[in-house]
Structure formats: C-alpha cells, structure tokens
C-alpha cells in the first residue's frame, strides 16, 4: 500500500509562485511514474505533469514553461515548481503513483492552490 502526503499549497497573487511536495510510503515510488492533477470548481480532473521512473517528463499545454515537476527517489518526494500562477491555476492539486505492474494507482488527498487577481 501506499500513501501520499502532500503539502506546499495556499494562497499567492497572480505571477507568484508556490512548490508543492507529495511524500509517498511503501516501496514502489522508485519504479512509479508519479505525477500532478488538479482540479477546479465545477470542471473535470486534468492532468497537470507528470515524471516517469526513468525522468521523462510530460506537461500540460497550459502550464509549459512556468511549472517543472522533479522527483527525489532518496526521498520518495516528487515537487511541483509553480512560477508565474495565474488564477486560472486555482484548484485543487492532487499527487499520483502509478505502480506500473500490477497496475495500481494512489492518489493523495490533495491540497489547495488559490491565485488571486
């Protein structure tokens, strides 16, 4: 089993930035592809980036260029580096570990990103 943790989230004016960071148990992060999800306000859970085991990355069109995800194996921590926020990055963000086999999937509980105007 895994469990995930996430923290970094809060309010920051447009422009700012914020770092989130998700903590995972268990012995599978290694070989995980782990990534972020948000979602807002009457809308659908999109993903956000994504790292696979090996470091290749994957990002959302909307947020290339301003966000990087990375991960510390060491630390079974993977991070979510946000710069340049816009409010229409308000949502709320949620961290996943996708075990590759067998296939399972964990999600944290999720933390709170507001970008004033």
């Known amino acids: 089993q895994v469990q995930l943790v996430e923290s970094g989230g809060g309010l920051v004016q447009a422009g700012g930035s914020l770092r989130l960071s998700c903590a995972a148990s268990g012995t599978v992060f290694t070989v995980a592809t782990v990534g972020w999800y948000r979602q807002a306000p009457g809308k659908q859970r999109e993903l956000v980036a994504t790292v696979a085991s090996g470091g290749s990355t994957v990002y959302a069109d909307s947020v290339k260029g301003r966000f990087t995800i990375s991960r510390d194996n060491t630390k079974k921590t993977t991070y979510l580096q946000m710069n340049s926020l816009k409010p229409e990055d308000t949502g709320v963000y949620y961290c996943?570990?996708?075990?590759?086999?067998?296939?399972?999937?964990?999600w944290g509980q999720g933390t709170q990103v507001t970008v004033s105007s």
């Open positions: 996943k570990v996708r075990r590759p086999w067998p296939v399972a999937e964990y």
